[in-house]
């Protein structure tokens, strides 16, 4: 009647959170196989005319079961029983049967064989020693009872024994079930580990893949967006080298403005391609020097040829610590994307706010605006959201955005209150000084981010 007393053994450390399932299912199978058992013995009970009669018998039939239940209802709640809650059950079990043997026949009754079980519950709970133990404490208290009892020296000798060679036995099998199940949880931690491993594999295999994708479609766009403006720059050589003693010198000169224009934007697409690779190579340099923002904003507006459409707002001075040729090139690519992709003539707002923590700058014109799903794919290299087929690479907000990171900063796009796009950044209240920043790309490999900024001492102008 206490076989079901038995419970699963704590798991090991290996075992971890997926054990848990196991152990509650084993505490609920116990408690439902201590209600079998004690079933069991009810039913052989109440066929002997002796136990019918026996009033202390139906008492503690009764109180078993109240018992039985009991873990029943508590073997559902779940968690893990401390080892003096298990010692105590133990305790209870081997109170029980004794009473049993007790009340049925002393050391005549053939209900002693339920030590045996109860061995059997203790290697569930213990180890080999406990069981050992255990089955030791159970001989000595079913010899106690025979020779109270005046049995005879054969069941004096083969009960006790019986529990021992038991006892033994089952602690074996235990040992060998813990072993097996050690090395069990072993091989699932390992298969977990490699499972682990091999999705790491292929998350880096994949990256590569992009990144070796990205590669391909960064050479194979640079080597279009370079052709263009020298293929027109040869056109005008070779004219001026075949023709050139015959044109007009209007002509002429027409053809080597445009050359020299060809050779401007040649240079600028360089330049971005070499700052692309050094956001990608992790490898910036930034000289901060306390700077009027409204020279930065007019420089960048002759570059950007937008100084007759510039409004600015406030047209007060307003200080900020940067590096000054990444800031008016953030600002030239604002300014040339806002009188490209506007109504010629339109004003391009351009407003300035700043306290103590930091600068920003708004830069807007009255466009077609940018759809919400696009104004993330804007910053990647080589992306551009309009169809207009106006000129350029597609890297100017891409750098945009890794020069402003670079000084610890933001780069977003929005709309403007009356319709069209506006261009925010802001820039962080910081000291002066030569600053040596590593940059690089984030997960996706689409925009650059910030992860060390080096500040040594620098004079102020």
Not at 25 to 36: M, N, Y
Not at 169 to 192: C, H, N, P, T, Y
Not at 405 to 426: D, I, K, S
């Amino acid at each position: 009647m206490s076989v079901t007393a038995a419970r699963t053994p704590e798991p090991d450390e290996d075992e971890g959170s997926a054990s848990l399932p196991s152990v509650l299912r084993t505490k609920r199978t116990i408690a439902l196989l201590r209600i079998c058992v004690l079933a069991v013995v009810t039913v052989l009970s109440l066929s002997s005319v002796g136990v019918r009669t026996n009033p202390g018998a139906l008492v503690l039939l009764f109180d078993a079961f109240v018992y039985a239940l009991a873990c029943l209802v508590l073997s559902t709640r779940g968690g893990e029983a401390s080892p003096w809650r298990r010692v105590a059950t133990l305790a209870i079990d081997v109170a029980v049967i004794t009473a049993w043997i007790e009340v049925t026949g002393g050391g005549r009754s053939e209900f002693w064989t339920l030590y045996l079980i109860v061995i059997a519950a203790v290697a569930l709970r213990f180890g080999i020693v406990e069981t050992v133990g255990v089955a030791v404490g159970l001989a000595v208290l079913l010899l106690a009872q025979l020779v109270e009892h005046g049995e005879l020296w054969t069941s004096r000798l083969y009960r006790p024994t019986l529990l021992l060679v038991a006892g033994f036995a089952i602690g074996v099998l235990s040992l060998q079930r813990a072993d097996q199940r050690q090395k069990r949880f072993e091989m699932e931690a390992i298969a977990e580990s490699r499972a682990r491993q091999l999705g790491r594999e292929r998350a880096e295999v994949e990256r590569l893949r992009k990144v070796d994708l990205a590669r391909t479609e960064f050479v194979g766009v640079a080597a279009h967006e370079l052709r263009t403006p020298l293929a027109a720059i040869l056109g005008v050589l070779s004219t001026l080298k075949e023709h050139g003693a015959v044109l007009e010198d209007r002509v002429r000169v027409d053809l080597i403005d445009g050359a020299e224009a060809q050779a401007e934007r040649l240079t600028k697409l360089v330049e971005d391609l070499l700052t692309v690779s050094r956001i990608q190579d992790g490898v910036l340099r930034l000289s901060m020097e306390p700077v009027d923002l409204g020279d930065l904003i007019a420089d960048a507006a002759r570059a950007s040829r937008t100084d007759e459409r510039l409004r600015l707002e406030p047209d007060a001075a307003v200080r900020v610590v940067c590096d000054a040729d990444a800031i008016v090139r953030v600002l030239t690519n604002l300014l040339d994307n806002a009188r490209k992709y506007s109504p010629g003539g339109t004003p391009i707002e351009v407003r300035i706010a700043g306290d103590d923590r930091r600068v920003t700058v708004d830069v807007g014109n009255a466009g077609s605006g940018i759809a919400p799903e696009d104004r993330e794919a804007i910053f990647e290299r080589f992306r551009r959201a309009d169809v207009s087929g106006a000129p350029g690479a597609g890297l100017g907000l891409y750098i945009s955005r890794g020069l402003v990171r670079a000084h610890g900063g933001e780069l977003e796009v929005g709309e403007m209150p009356q319709g069209g796009t506006r261009f925010t950044f802001w820039l962080p209240v910081l000291d002066p000084g030569e600053r040596e920043v590593s940059v690089g790309p984030s997960d996706d490999a689409i925009v650059p981010a910030v992860s060390h900024i080096t500040v040594p001492s620098l004079g102020r102008r």
